[in-house]
């Protein structure tokens, strides 16, 4: 509670000084006050609509669709690990580059930057990097879809 309260108070208190500076260095003090004013009403009008359509949003669904989203960037963050440890030579690629996309879908720009920056995407993967991409997401995906289950009784018969 402290935290948010906080994180509200300081962002006020930068608003503040910003429609002061504002007021200060504009030609036209009543423009910077209207200005804020307008600022402050779409803002409000904004966070009543981002609840009012929230507040029907089924948050199992929300947490499962952010959590297996969570868990593919956590994937990339990996697999970015495992390439950086192949540069520095601590980590061989069993195959150098598998397949090479960098013509059709380059990894440092437009949407295969995104998906590099998001998921990990590299145009040219090493053997490695596939392999422990689907390692993790099997092992992660298991235990997320059998959590708190044991995975030794699942195959078992009920006595």
Do not use: C
């Not at 200005?35 to 779409?42: D, M, R, W």
């Not at 295969?112 to 689907?134: C, D, K, R, W």
């Amino acid at each position: 509670m402290l935290l948010t309260f906080v994180a509200v108070v300081r962002e006020g208190i930068e608003t503040a000084l910003f429609l002061y500076a504002a007021t200060k260095t504009s030609s036209s003090t009543v423009q910077s006050v209207i200005g804020g004013f307008i600022g402050l009403l779409a803002a409000m009008v904004l966070g009543y609509g981002i609840f009012k359509g929230t507040s029907r949003l089924n948050l199992r669904i929300f947490f499962n669709v952010t959590g297996m989203l969570l868990v593919l960037v956590a994937a990339g963050l990996l697999v970015r690990g495992v390439q950086e440890f192949q540069e520095a030579g601590l980590i061989a690629p069993i195959v150098e580059h598998v397949w090479d996309l960098s013509s059709w879908l380059p990894s440092d720009t437009g949407f295969g930057g995104f998906l590099a920056a998001l998921l990990g995407y590299n145009a040219a993967p090493s053997l490695t990097e596939i392999v422990m991409y689907l390692v993790y997401l099997v092992m992660v995906f298991t235990a997320y879809l059998f959590k708190g289950k044991n995975l030794a009784s699942i195959g078992a018969k009920p006595a």
